[in-house]
């Protein structure tokens, strides 16, 4: 018999699920207020989860982008003459660990400023006439790490006017993600626990009303699964639901924001996750993180009512 | 082998201390109808607790269909369970459900066959006599119909014991009377029946195997037995 009936559970039945979504369903509905300040309870945790994930998301992929940069700019005084500058790049090129040494025209320097911007040529005549920018020495090192020796060997030579290279940025960057990691965490387990206990006690609530039920049907010999899967599932819709909002608003604030500010960033040589990256994968996770605060709600007070 | 219900030195401490049984040895053979008797606080509850794995014993075997079920794993239970039906002096019908959606609700939890269910539950409410209430909510019955769907929903998935804790408990003599004439019939199919009661008219007219437990001890067991206290 018991074999059988091992067998017979392996795969659930299609009409028993329909049962136990219904069971949800009706009890969702019957402690309508509880599962709206549930449901909302997750909301919120999870928009502030969205914001903070799209933001340190992107600080992540940008201080990425500018680590793994292996560039030191030379930028040459005004006054340097062709002589001098032929000087220099052979000194540039005798520096350790420096692969390779391209020269960058204050001309073309412009005209790669100006693409990016990727605006009308034609407002921007003034400065092709005086043109604002220096001539620069690009250098590549082999590691990131090597880009700091170069940048402060180079710094005293001769017609150097200035040394640009990531690293600063980046480790100003990494401090503040972290920090902003640790508020942006606490206050996200927090919130997360809240939306928790409030699934817990509403699932609670719908398992005191069918206590009589749950009683019967441990006598006639439902399995505990059985009894379980009703409150599971609550849990999961309650989780799911609560990160509707939030996933529309990532869509759209995410659209928004990565569509104006991508070709401001552009001119730092720095772009964001793209859009539909940002939208399909943080949605996701948001619905995940949803489920998983309305499975865990369902199963902390179920399990302490069935006392298996 | 014919044994239904085997218990071999069974014992039951409640966690408080109270030993509500004290080394209980009997079998029950298949078809038997047996009545437990005794005071109240004798342990006769504990006793039928213990056929459907509602308490384990805390010493002993209880062998039901061949099977020790004091040493049945958890997980197990659920199966057990559906091979022993249960009734109360209280009923425990679910009140927003009509009389079928009770008794088929018993096999729903189990799974059974939709069109296995719709023909079952006709079959034991015709048995018990309500096929014509089915459409009614247990507040629109009388106490001895309640019990009478009560037990129809005990019965349905065919158990082959049926156990009850004073089922005519909260009812009057005549409905009493009908309750035992259910009983008879599901015994007369081949269900063993155990039935905890207080009610000496019907012990001492329906002739059964009598058991009487006091202090959580057998004291008397006799076949067509008498009731032996004052009612
Ligand atoms: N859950 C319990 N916890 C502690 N003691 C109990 C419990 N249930 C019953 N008892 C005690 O066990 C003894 C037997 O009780 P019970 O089996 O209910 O007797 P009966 O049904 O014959 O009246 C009594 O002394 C009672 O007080
Ligand atoms: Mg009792």
Known sequence: MCEMNWKGNMVMKLRTMRRHVSESLKSLTRNGWMTFASVSAVTVSLILVA???MVMFNLNKIAGDIEK???VRVYLDRSTTPAQQNQLEEQLKQ????????????KKGLNNLLSSLGSDKGTFEDLQKENPLPNVFILKTRQPQQTIMVANEVRHYPNVQDVRYGKGTVEKMFKFINIARNIGIVLILGLIFTSV????NTI????????REIEIMKLVGATNAFVRWPYFIEGLIMGILGSVLPVLLVIVVYHFAYYSLSSNLSQMFISLIPFQTMAVNLSLLLVGVGGIIGVWGSLSSVRKFLKV | MDDMIVMQNVWKAYPNGVMALNGIDLSVKKGEFVYVVGPSGAGKSTFIKMIYRELKPTRGKIIIDNKNIAS??????????RKIGVVFQDFKLLPKL????????ALEVIEERPVYIKKRVMEVLDLVGLKHKLRSFPDQLSGGEQQRVSIARSICNRPPVLIADEPTGNLDPETSWQIMDVFKRINLQGTTIVMATHN????DSIKHRVIALEGGMIVRDELEGEYGYEA
Not at chain 1, 197 to 200: G, K, N, R, S, T
């Open chain 1, 51 to 53: 914001l903070f994930l």
């Open chain 1, 69 to 71: 940069d292996v560039e």
């Open chain 1, 95 to 106: 520096v350790k660990n420096v692969q390779s040494v391209t020269f960058q025209s204050k």
């Open chain 1, 197 to 200: 206990f409030l699934i817990a």
């Open chain 1, 204 to 211: 609670k609530l719908t398992i005191v009303a069918r206590r």
């Open chain 2, 72 to 81: 049945l794993r958890e997980r197990q239970v659920p199966y057990f369970r």
């Open chain 2, 98 to 105: 009509t009389v079928y959606e009770n008794v088929a609700f």
């Open chain 2, 200 to 203: 000496k008219s019907i012990v």
